[in-house]
Nanobody, 116 residues
Framework: QVQLVESGGDMVQPGGSLRLSCAAS????????MSWVRQAPGKGPEWVST????????HYADSVKGRFTISRDNAKNTLYLQMNSLKDEDTALYLC?????????WGQGTQVTVSS
């Protein structure tokens, strides 16, 4: 069965950095686009970033462009999100998901809270 497990979320001050990880199992990780999405309190899901199977192309939401970097290590079946210059509005549950444009499986998420 497909399993995605996020980790790395924490409480940080504005301007701080975090690196999120998503460990994947139960499928051929290197064959799939992978994405990060987030959901803030009282808000619907928001797409954050997508990376192609080999990591050669990446895409970002305007709200995070220039601050976040998506990457993957196919040998480790792991997806990453490096988050720099964090803002209050980045506070959300961050989830990794298989696919792009639409997603067929999700992790449980890891909480990122940005607060002074």
């Amino acid at each position: 069965q497909v399993q995605l497990v996020e980790s790395g979320g924490d409480m940080v001050q504005p301007g701080g950095s975090l690196r999120l990880s998503c460990a994947a199992s139960g499928f051929t990780f290197s064959n799939y686009d992978m994405s990060w999405v987030r959901q803030a309190p009282g808000k619907g899901p928001e797409w954050v970033s997508t990376i192609t199977p080999g990591g050669s192309a990446t895409h970002y939401a305007d709200s995070v462009k220039g601050r976040f970097t998506i990457s993957r290590d196919n040998a480790k079946n792991t997806l990453y999100l490096q988050m720099n210059s964090l803002k209050d509005e980045d506070t959300a549950l961050y989830l990794c998901a298989r696919g792009s444009w639409s997603w067929d499986c999700w992790g449980q998420g890891t909480q990122v809270t940005v607060s002074s």
